[in-house]
């Protein structure tokens, strides 16, 4: 039938489909699969089998596979708390350098005119987004009222204060580099007496959320790497306990593929559980703690908030793990599975 | 179907197992292989399903030269050789029929032939009814007859036994060597190592018998002598 040069007319299936020929044209397409094909379609029907095999296996002994989901669970979801934890911290301090303004002194005899005329020309700068002039009188009452020297004040012949700027630093120049082109050039600018930045609380909390950026990053890779080998020795056993499998399989002509497959599929299994149990180890954690974050917060005036797992990022975190199994187990393969030869 | 020229086996620690093996098996011809334990049995019959390498000499099976077959071709090669192992070597996590389905399994065949052959091979050795057991709720001799199955289910071209009948009573081995016939009147080159001399004689067929390595009876090459004779004549 499969060889038949063409199909005769009757059999033809009908263009507007009806339901009786259907299974009809199905059985037909079955039959003329070609070997390739075929091979394929069971190539495939058995790695589902054997993935289906191996989660079974897993559910089989519930309590020694939680316990290996959760080793691996809490070993994931430290790393990757605490680079939610920076990452949130990072938004706090992304808030604070927007606030960050450069205060600008002028020269002493200037005129508030003049003082007009300079927070014109400095707010029609491409890397400033906002000028606020503060008139020296207005400077001194402030400080009378804020400072308690009221009667100290009160004693100086004139006001002692110069007018002053606060340049708002546009979006693009909120770098490091960009705030120092900036206090440079009001430096140069005429009229100016002197330009303060506070950088250095800037840089410092930089600095401080890059080290402990490369610390989660260092501790990440750690305890990627006892995970896997976790993985590596829990699937070690495995294949112990299954040897005489192993042995008739390859007795039976049972390529090394063939042999190693239900264990690598083991490790996946293991790691996409241990993947959920971190994401739901972080959600808890999350709810846990995010109350007195909130009051916290809330005694600080910050909107700070810890920010949780995105879609994207739960997706990374699963696939990871997944990895990390496959890894591990691949690693218990090499080392263990090809040593087991009959003889 | 199976040709030993010259072969010599030595292990590492100078115990020499075979020494110049020179024999074949035509296809379709049952033999025995006997000798007192230790004699080489088992190492010939290792040499064949390449769980072992010839020191010297040539294997040859189904027309493939075994000896310097690379490490990811040897599950091939014993896709084409059904073995029968003196203790059955059966999985106890699985029914019979799962069993028997695993060299169907790793050829990657599809699941409907599968359910199929292994019937078949299962009906063929009487143990059809039983497929859904696990194997060892069977006796003795049913358990041999299920590795019987599993060796035969991908109708190999070579089928090898070692001590097939070793604990069974004679009334149960007379059955399983009956087996034996009929896969070697289709077409199987059928090689039994076995030391109960009762047996053989009774089966009345060739007999290499191997003493301390060598091959002292049955190794000459019957069929290519014929032929010479026939040329002369």
Redesign the interface.
Known sequence: MANRPAPAPKTKPPKSGSGRAGPAAARGAKRSKTPMR??L???F??HRKVAKDSARRLWRTPVASLMTWTVMGVALALPVGLLLLLTSLQGVSAGWESAARVTVYLEDHLSLEDAGRLRVDIGARGDVSEVELIDKSAALEEFRVSSGLKDALDYLDENPLPHTLLATPAEGSRTEAGMTALVDALEQTGGVAQVQVDLGWLQRLAAITEVLGRGVWALGALLAVAVILVIGNTIRLAIESRR??I??????????A?VRRPFLYTGLWFGFGGGVVAFVLLQLTLWFLSEPVERLAGLYRSNFALSGLSFEGTVALIAAAVLFGWLGAWLAVKRHLDAI??? | MIEFQQVSKRYDDDHTALRQINFSLGRGEMAFLTGHSGAGKSTLLKLIMLMERPSAGHVIVGGQLLNKMPRRQVPYIRRHVGVVFQNHHLLFDRTVFDNVAMPLEVMGTPSRDIGRRVRAALDKVGLLTKERMNPMQLSGGEQQRVGIARAVVNKPPVLLADEPTGNLDPALSADIMQLFQQFSQVGVTVLIASHDIALINDMNRRTLVLDGGRLIRGGDLPAAEDQREVLRG
């Not at chain 1, 042995?247 to 090394?256: M, Q, Y």
Request: aromatic content about 8%; glycine content about 14%.
């Open positions: 075929e091979l379609d069971s190539y029907s058995h005489e499998e042995l008739v399989a390859k007795l039976v002509g049972g390529t090394d063939f030869e009959p003889g």
